[in-house]
C-alpha cells in the first residue's frame, strides 16, 4: 500500500519533470528538471528491488552526465533572447512526425496484454551479487565487447579534444 | 517492526544532531588550531575558552540582513544553499558508527540502513555533492560566483575519478560493496591502509578536494574570485554553505576511518570483556576519536599549505592521481591473484 504511494508519486514527479524540461524557458532549468527526472527513475528502480541500478543511474547520469551538461549551458549562458524562434514550417513538421509516433506507440500498446509483472521482492536479480554473476558468467563476452567499445569512445573523445593536427 | 521503524527513526535523528554539533564545534577548533598554528590564542572571549562562540556565530549569522540580488533567479538562489545542507546530511546512513547494541534482549545494529551497496551509495551522494555549488553559483547572477562554481562542478568530478579508483581497491580485497563488512573485516589491528598506503593517499588527497577544503579551495579563492559561490550569499544561506563544507569535513573522515581505518575497531578489541552495550560506547568512542583525527589533519594542511593554482590541480587530478589510482587497482590485482593460486 504504502508503496503504491511511493510509486503514484515517483510516476508524476517523472512525468511532470519530463514535461518541464521542453516547456521551461531557460535552459539551466530544462537541465535541473532532467536531472529530476533522473532522480524519479532511479526511485523506480529502487522500489523494483534493483539498488545497484539505481545507485548506478543516479552515479552516471545524475552525477556525470548532467554536472557536465549543467557545466556547459553555464558557460555558453544561452539567454532566452539569444534563440532564433523556429520557423513554422518547421514547427509543423516536428508536430507531424511526433504525432505519428504517438499513434505507433498507441497503436503498439492497445492490443499489448499487461502482465502483472512479477513481484518485485521475490526477483533478486536486481542484487549487485545475482548480477554480477550472470553479467561475468552468461553475458561475459558481450559485457567486455561494451567495455571495449567504450574505451573506442574514450580515445576518440581526447583525439577530438586534441588542439593540434595529428 | 513497529520498535525497529522506532529505533531507526531515533538513531537517524541522533546522528542528524551529532553531525549538526560536531560541524558547529568544528568551526571552534579551527580557529583554535590556526590560532594555535599562528602563535595566538585564538577565540576566549564568549565562555571559558571561548566555547560558546559557536552560539555566537550561529546567533550573528541568523541576524545579519537577507540579501537577495535582484537579478538572481530567486528558486534557485534559495535552493542552492539548502540542498547542499541536505546532501552533506544524506551520507551519515550508510555508516556503521559501532557494533550492535542490545535492547530487551534484541540486537540493534547502529547503521541507519545497512544497504548491500553501500560504498556506490556513498560515490552517488559525493557525485551529486556539486549541484548545491553549481545552482548556488548560477543563481546568484555574478561573474565571480559562476567562475567559482564552474571551478567547483569540474574540481569535483575530476577527482571523483580517483577517488573511486582508489576505493575499488578496497572492494577488491574485501569482496563486499557493504559498509559493514568492510568494517567487519579489518576486526582488530587488520586494517585495510597496511595493505593499501597508496589507495589511501590517493583517497585523502581527493577528500580534500571533495570538500572544497585548502589547498584545494579554488571555487572560493577570494584572491581571485571575491568570495567565489557564495560571493552573493549572507545570513544563513552562506552559513548553510560554511557549515556544509563542515559536515563534509566530519562525514569524509568518518568514510575514510570506515574505509581504511578499521572503522570501530581497535587492536585487542576482543579482549576487553565488556557487556555488549558498553563495548559499543567503547568502540563508538574509538571511531569518534579517528574522525577526530582527521578533522585535526583537514586543519593542519589547510593553515600550512598555500592553496593550489587551478592548472596545477588539473595537472595533479588527471595525471598523477588517476595514473596511480589505476596502477593501484592493478598492483591489487595481480596479488589477489598469486593469492589464491
Redo the contacts between chains.
Sequence with gaps: MFTEYIFFFLSVLALYSAVMVLASK?P?HSV?FL?LTFFAIAGHYVLLNA??LA??H??VY???IM??F??TV??L?LNNDERSPKPVWAKTMVSIASGMLLLVLIGIFRTYDIKSAADPTLTQIG???NLGQILFHEFLLPFEISSVLFLTAMVGAVLLGKKEQI | MLAGLLYKTILASLILVISLVVAMYSTLIERKVAGWFQDRHGPNRTGPWGLLQPLADGVKLFFKEEFMPNTA?KF?YILGPSLTMFIALLTSAAIPWGPDIVIAGKPYALQVAD???GV??I??I???G??GI??GG?ASNNKYA?LG??RA??Q??SY?LAMSLSIISIVMMTGS?SMREIVVQQQGFNWNIFYQPLGFLIFLICAFAETNRSPFDLPECETELVGGYHTEYSSMKLGFYLFSEYINMFISGAVMTTLFLGGYHFPFIDKLGLSPNVFALVSFMIFFTKITFFGFIFMWIRWTLPRFRYDQLMRLGWKSLIPLAILNVVITGVIILINLK
Excluded: P, R
Design positions: 531557460k539551466i535541473l536531472t539498488q545497484f545507485v548506478v543516479v552515479i545524475a552525477g556525470a554536472v557536465l549543467l557545466f553555464m558557460l549562458n542484487l549487485v551479487k | 533567479d534557485l544497504i548491500n551497496i556506490l551509495y560515490f552517488a559525493l557525485s551529486i556539486v549541484y553549481m545552482i548560477w559562476l562554481a564552474v562542478s569540474s569535483m568530478i571523483e560493496l
